[in-house]
């Protein structure tokens, strides 16, 4: 049975730890004439996991009439298309991410192929991230930082950016409840089967550190990460200060690497943070990305300067 966790907020199982190996909750919030989904999980969550978990509760996809994604990552808005033609729901997104919900391609090129020298899908992988993405769907609301969620209950929108270019928070007014959704991520997070840990994913050091500040100065009593446990006021302060903990820790390995060595890649540094900073498994799209936004605020301080090479 999904769990109340505010009233008139219940939060939904899916299918993505038996997918892809980590939690991952949705929820529902009853919101005066408005049924709102806190985004879509991937392409198989709606009937695999969301319908029958709204069962539930008395409910069906039909009854939704909002569908929320915090952000442009397949296990947050792959589900939109199936959604959509289930309910007819409006689809609600950060605006600053359009380009990344509306087309699978940009997504692919420039999130995963931001650094093909360090990261190469494979066809395999590509054709796997393409079936969690399914078709995208046109977002209906554009959101903005400090916009209200088109609802009957004060579901306020935060732009935190970091993790991903336009990545929101939701915060219900009424209980308190702050959705950070995926921009509070500690010193990581280890995989279900207890193998790797998942490091933390940003693409731009100042906004991520920027994000965490605002929702450390929000007034919360809960904090509800998308891929982990509900927290209380004192353990979701404390995780956001263990965020901004590992940014400094990050940039200061980055910084004596590079004055260690003279130069660096990215590929030689995301490497090295995927080994030496925890049992990340080297070279994968979040240690790569890390690695770029610290090498891209270190030449914006003056610390280092990007170069071009010949390769071929
Ligand atoms: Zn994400």
Same mark, same amino acid.
């Given at each position: 049975?999904?769990?109340?966790?505010?009233?008139?907020?219940?939060?939904?199982?899916?299918?993505?730890?038996?997918?892809?190996?980590? @939690?991952?909750?949705?929820?529902?919030?009853?919101?005066?004439?408005?049924?709102?989904?806190?985004?879509?999980?991937?392409?198989?969550?709606?009937?695999?996991?969301?319908?029958?978990?709204?069962?539930?509760?008395?409910?069906?996809?039909?009854?939704?009439?909002?569908?929320?994604?915090?952000?442009?990552?397949?296990?947050?808005? =792959? =589900?939109?298309?199936? $959604?959509?033609?289930?309910?007819?729901?409006?689809?609600?997104?950060?605006?600053?991410?359009?380009?990344? $919900?509306?087309?699978?391609?940009?997504?692919?090129?420039?999130?995963?192929?931001?650094?093909?020298?360090?990261?190469?899908?494979? @066809?395999?992988?590509?054709?796997?991230?393409?079936?969690?993405?399914? #078709?995208?769907?046109?977002?209906?609301?554009?959101?903005?930082?400090?916009?209200?969620?088109?609802?009957?209950?004060?579901?306020?929108?935060?732009?935190?950016? =970091?993790?991903?270019?336009?990545?929101?928070? /939701?915060?219900?007014?009424?209980?308190?409840?702050?959705?950070?959704?995926?921009?509070?991520?500690?010193?990581?997070?280890?995989?279900?089967?207890?193998?790797?840990?998942?490091?933390?994913?940003?693409?731009? /050091?100042? !906004?991520?550190?920027? =994000?965490?500040?605002? $929702?450390?100065?929000?007034?919360?009593?809960?904090?509800? @990460?998308?891929?982990?446990?509900?927290?209380?006021?004192?353990?979701? !302060?404390?995780?956001?200060?263990?965020?901004?903990?590992?940014?400094?820790?990050?940039?200061?390995?980055?910084?004596?690497?590079?004055?260690?060595?003279?130069?660096?890649?990215?590929?030689?540094?995301?490497?090295?943070?995927?080994?030496?900073?925890?049992?990340?498994?080297?070279?994968?799209?979040?240690?790569?990305?890390?690695?770029?936004?610290?090498? #891209?605020? $270190?030449?914006?301080?003056?610390?280092?300067?990007?170069?071009?090479?010949?390769?071929?």
């Amino acid at each position: 049975m999904p769990t109340e966790i505010a009233p008139g907020i219940h939060r939904l199982a899916t299918d993505y730890p038996h997918v892809c190996g980590l @939690p991952l909750w949705l929820h529902v919030i009853d919101a005066g004439s408005e049924l709102v989904l806190l985004d879509a999980g991937i392409a198989s969550t709606p009937e695999a996991a969301t319908a029958p978990e709204l069962a539930k509760l008395g409910l069906g996809l039909a009854d939704l009439t909002l569908v929320v994604n915090s952000h442009a990552h397949p296990d947050h808005m =792959g =589900g939109n298309a199936v $959604l959509k033609a289930s309910s007819g729901a409006r689809v609600a997104a950060p605006a600053a991410e359009v380009g990344w $919900l509306e087309d699978n391609e940009t997504l692919l090129t420039e999130l995963w192929g931001s650094d093909p020298a360090a990261l190469d899908l494979s @066809p395999a992988e590509r054709d796997e991230l393409l079936g969690m993405l399914d #078709e995208r769907v046109r977002v209906d609301v554009l959101l903005r930082d400090g916009d209200l969620l088109p609802a009957d209950r004060p579901l306020r929108v935060i732009t935190t950016s =970091g993790h991903s270019p336009g990545h929101i928070a /939701v915060l219900d007014e009424t209980s308190r409840t702050l959705f950070s959704f995926d921009d509070v991520q500690g010193r990581g997070q280890q995989f279900l089967d207890g193998s790797v840990w998942l490091a933390p994913l940003y693409t731009d /050091v100042e !906004r991520y550190v920027g =994000g965490l500040s605002r $929702l450390l100065e929000l007034d919360f009593d809960f904090l509800v @990460p998308s891929h982990g446990d509900v927290l209380n006021a004192d353990a979701g !302060r404390k995780r956001i200060n263990d965020s901004l903990e590992w940014v400094d820790d990050i940039h200061s390995f980055t910084r004596s690497l590079l004055r260690a060595k003279g130069s660096l890649t990215v590929r030689d540094l995301a490497g090295a943070i995927g080994t030496e900073m925890g049992d990340f498994g080297g070279l994968c799209l979040q240690t790569v990305r890390m690695a770029r936004a610290h090498l #891209e605020l $270190l030449a914006r301080q003056r610390g280092a300067e990007p170069r071009w090479h010949h390769l071929s």
